[in-house]
């Protein structure tokens, strides 16, 4: 980078080096699932062009907090970043956002066609659900029930958060802040909630109630990032180009939509994602060094460029 | 019925009479459910036209059969006929079918918008998963991974089915018969024998292996009332009315689509289903009269009329 950056005072270091795991895991299952050739490729370019990965390594951080290993928490990564690249798939398609770009590529319906990005979106969508019961089925059979109750309520609310989204129904009693936190909560909160604690509940143990207080705490440490993730996302789209996002920018604005820059300014989106950050930093109060990753996860997702 | 037909000859009698409960079981299923209010009603008028329900009740016939309660069955016979709701929606879209009629209704897409039938369609898709987790995650929570892994495993093989059928990737080598054979058994194959092994998952003690012997002659059975249920799809595609079918028929031969009639002629297809009713009855050696609805049901699924 040729200018000093907030993003370099976080030293990311290795944090992200689990997200390559998750993408040769991703590319075993779908190698391994009997699937029509085009599918298949459809899938995994859904799944494998560049990205942060932040929902699995998310999972894989918090499995480590708890201290569980990075090999228990893997699948359920795999199957969060299937549901996450499906809802992008659906979300691009032309009778939604008719997005072009995605990642610096084309979409997968520009890259194929709508059908096949209809269906890539479906074959992700359930065999995250797949994988989970394949995968668990053997090794933890106990867990597979709560990772799809998880995955399932999460991937629900993610979906009922895009209708907010795009096609809303709220009454006029209904401030456009509280909209824009309802429909954040549930388009992107969820998810990132469902990851933190899918991760706990691949490490195990939850019979013990200290370890069920834990879930709790990384629970709100998920849905304050969760949150933050969203204002940072917002305040890009404002203040970013295409070229670093890898995607079009300020199709909010011009689509009128609600943002938290929008509703609250640059300035205040820029103090609330502080103390959003200084929430997730205390959520963690229950944990030692164990959780260092997930403190510097908040870090670099507060100040992130793209 | 103006003139005598084949139909008449089997007594429906109250075979799919469980239908009526899965319908109020799914109302109540979407009711409890916080949702945006467009969306579930969209969801609703997806899952709630006219229909036989036939793969819930298939479901709870199997569950029957081994013993089980219907109010065991209730919540996975009403996550398949999302399943099977979602993938109708889908299929139906621009992209897809362009179908206008559906069960003598608007199609979703028709009734709502092309946006708002993508995400019902997502939804019902992951809603399946949700409502087996929380349904049997306290009742039976041993049963929730099996269930799950019958479920996805078919529910991506109707997928890919679907694939296979619009968006055909076979080699040169692949004989037209064969192809036609594939596709159907992953497009409507593979979600029928899941409705089969399911209940008898409801129904519970597979630890027992005469119960397991129970369960591979319902796969089985499943398996070919399945692909009988799609030779006789295609031949009233060819010989029935809109009118009697309530959605646009004759469509597979304008599209040039692979048929069973159009492959083997129209009375070697009915051969093949009276071959296949045989089989069904077969494989149903193992079981005295608790087995008779799911005779009764081969029975009209190789004569019905719609």
Chains 1, 2 share one sequence.
Not at 196 to 208: Q, T
Request: aromatic share 4%; proline share 6%.
């Amino acid at each position: 980078m040729s200018h000093a950056s907030p993003q370099a005072a976080v030293d990311l270091g290795d944090l992200l080096a689990p997200g390559r795991e998750v993408e040769a895991h991703l590319q075993a299952l779908l190698e391994r699932r009997p699937l029509p050739q085009n599918l298949r490729q459809a899938a995994l370019y859904a799944l494998l062009g560049p990205g942060k990965r932040m929902r699995p390594v998310l999972l894989i951080r918090c499995c480590e907090a708890m201290g569980g290993r990075l090999e228990q928490a893997l699948p359920a990564a795999a199957a969060i970043e299937m549901i996450h690249c499906f809802s992008l798939v659906h979300d691009d398609l032309p009778a939604m956002d008719d997005d072009d770009l995605r990642r610096g590529r084309p979409t997968l319906h520009r890259h194929t066609n709508e059908a096949m990005a209809i269906l890539t979106g479906d074959l992700l969508n359930t065999f995250a659900f797949e994988v989970l019961a394949e995968s668990y089925g053997t090794t933890a059979p106990d867990r597979v029930g709560p990772l799809v109750r998880e995955l399932s309520v999460a991937t629900c609310e993610m979906i009922a958060g895009q209708v907010m989204d795009t096609l809303p129904d709220f009454g006029p009693e209904t401030p456009p802040l509280e909209r824009l936190q309802r429909i954040h909560r549930s388009k992107t909160g969820a998810l990132i909630r469902a990851a933190c604690r899918m991760g706990v509940i691949c490490a195990g143990g939850l019979e013990d109630e200290a370890r069920r207080a834990q879930l709790e705490g990384l629970s709100d440490y998920g849905q304050t990032i969760g949150l933050m993730f969203q204002v940072v996302d917002d305040l890009l789209d404002v203040t970013s180009t295409a070229d670093a996002m890898g995607k079009a920018v300020g199709k909010d604005q011009d689509r009128g939509k609600l943002t938290y820059p929008g509703l609250l300014g640059v300035e205040r989106s820029r103090r609330q994602v502080a103390e959003l950050r200084g929430r997730a930093h205390e959520s963690l109060g229950r944990f030692g060094t164990e959780a260092d990753p997930l403190r510097r996860l908040a870090d670099y997702l507060a100040v992130r460029e793209r």
